[in-house]
């Protein structure tokens, strides 16, 4: 990998057995990405990347200027969001094990006296991923069959730069962990962005075709997602 700089925007250039040039900008802050065929020639990507500048603006600010969750804390009386509603975290001191148990408008923390925010975060996030597992297996159930495809192997996972991935060859969509606070309909439409790739690996318009097909107002679903805010330092 080496880096080019294009109207003062540095962009990472990857080269790859590809067929085709590759432009993507990474959220949070407008990290900019180019795959490259192996055979074609840095001035090539230069001119390339030159003449996708306008768009490139654009994409970073969009991401640099959505809304930022304030730092959490994990104290008593902050807001957490679980699929999109809102519930007041309650911390609970005890003796015994660490657990989080979900009422109708809190999330309470039960926590040893003493713990830090990074172990209540850590236990938080687990919780999360508990929370978002017992929901993924019908979801793709569900969009499996209207798409006619299937992952071989999923997972859930932190990732800072994308909502959700796939391996093509191995057929497995790794999830972000994040997508456990947001609405449902966020959920299902990164499920079946990474199922679509499976049937097609770019961004073109046989995947857009693809995603019409299967969830026609996917465009919205991605709208909302990208509207809510992200969280901290992410």
């Given at each position: 990998?080496?880096t080019?700089?294009?109207?003062?925007?540095p962009v990472?250039?990857v080269?790859?057995?590809?067929k085709?040039l590759?432009?993507?900008?990474?959220p949070?802050?407008?990290?900019?990405?180019?795959?490259s065929?192996l055979?074609?020639?840095?001035?090539?990507?230069?001119?390339f990347a030159?003449s996708?500048l306008h768009?490139?603006?654009?994409?970073r600010?969009k991401?640099?200027?959505?809304?930022?969750?304030t730092?959490?804390?994990?104290l008593?009386?902050?807001?957490?969001?679980?699929?999109?509603?809102r519930y007041?975290?309650n911390?609970i001191?005890?003796?015994?094990?660490?657990?989080?148990?979900?009422?109708?408008s809190?999330?309470?923390?039960?926590?040893?006296?003493?713990?830090?925010t990074?172990?209540r975060k850590?236990?938080m996030n687990?919780?999360?991923?508990?929370e978002?597992?017992?929901?993924?297996?019908?979801?793709?159930?569900?969009w499996?069959?209207?798409t006619g495809?299937s992952p071989?192997?999923?997972?859930v996972r932190?990732?800072?730069?994308?909502w959700?991935t796939?391996?093509i060859?191995?057929?497995r969509i790794?999830?972000n962990?994040?997508l456990?606070?947001k609405?449902l309909?966020c959920?299902?439409?990164?499920?079946?962005?990474?199922l679509?790739?499976?049937l097609?690996r770019?961004?073109?318009?046989?995947?857009?075709?693809?995603?019409?097909?299967f969830?026609?107002q996917w465009?919205s679903y991605?709208?909302e997602?990208?509207?809510?805010p992200?969280?901290y330092?992410?």
């Open positions: 990998m080496y080019i700089e294009i109207g003062n925007i990472d250039v080269k790859k057995k590809i085709n590759h432009l993507s900008v990474y949070p802050e407008g990290r900019v990405r180019i795959a065929p055979y074609v020639k840095d001035d090539a990507i230069h001119l030159v996708k768009w490139i603006k654009r994409q600010r991401f640099q200027e959505q809304e930022r969750e730092e959490r804390e994990f008593s009386r902050e807001s957490h969001y679980l699929f999109g509603e007041l975290l911390i001191e005890h003796d015994g094990y660490s657990k989080v148990v979900l009422n109708k809190t999330i309470d923390l039960y926590v040893r006296p003493g713990t830090d990074n172990c850590k236990i687990e919780w999360y991923r508990k978002i597992k017992k929901i993924i297996p019908d979801l793709l159930e569900k499996s069959k209207i495809v071989s192997e999923w997972g932190l990732m800072k730069t994308r959700g796939c391996n060859r191995a057929k790794w999830l962990l994040e456990a606070k609405p309909i959920l299902e439409y990164i499920i079946v962005h990474e679509v790739h499976l097609e770019h961004h073109n318009e046989h995947f857009y075709r693809l995603m019409e097909k969830m026609p465009r991605k709208e997602l990208n509207r809510l992200v969280s330092g992410l």
